[in-house]
């Protein structure tokens, strides 16, 4: 889906996240691992509700705009983004607000 690495984006270290699309089905129980203590099934329709930590809120966001995006493109109603990088994908960039 894309990639985030912005340098502010976490105080602790410089991080980079590369984020996936996966559709996980709901009797799968994800676990934790790497540097998450917990994992938490979200409803998309509530993550304007909720705290996340540092990014993974504007993620989250630019994974539903993306998606409403595309669900326009499908039904006609946006024309296809034109390509804006030499492989003839649209560039993703996100860029966290300094505190």
């Given at each position: 889906f894309g990639v985030y690495g912005d340098p502010l984006r976490d105080a602790r270290r410089h991080t980079t996240s590369i984020v996936y699309i996966v559709d996980i089905p709901q009797n799968?129980?994800?676990?934790?691992?790497?540097?998450?203590?917990?994992?938490?099934?979200?409803?998309?329709?509530?993550?304007?509700?909720?705290?996340?930590?540092?990014?993974h809120k504007t993620i989250l966001n630019d994974y539903l705009k993306s998606r409403t995006r595309a669900n326009?493109?499908?039904?006609?109603?946006?024309?296809?983004?034109?390509?804006?990088?030499?492989?003839?994908?649209p560039f993703k960039r996100s860029v966290c607000p300094l505190p």
């Open positions: 799968i129980v994800p676990h934790a691992g790497d540097d998450a203590t917990h994992v938490h099934r979200v409803a998309l329709d509530d993550i304007s509700q909720r705290l996340f930590f540092i990014d326009m493109i499908a039904n006609h109603r946006l024309p296809p983004p034109e390509p804006r990088s030499g492989d003839g994908e």
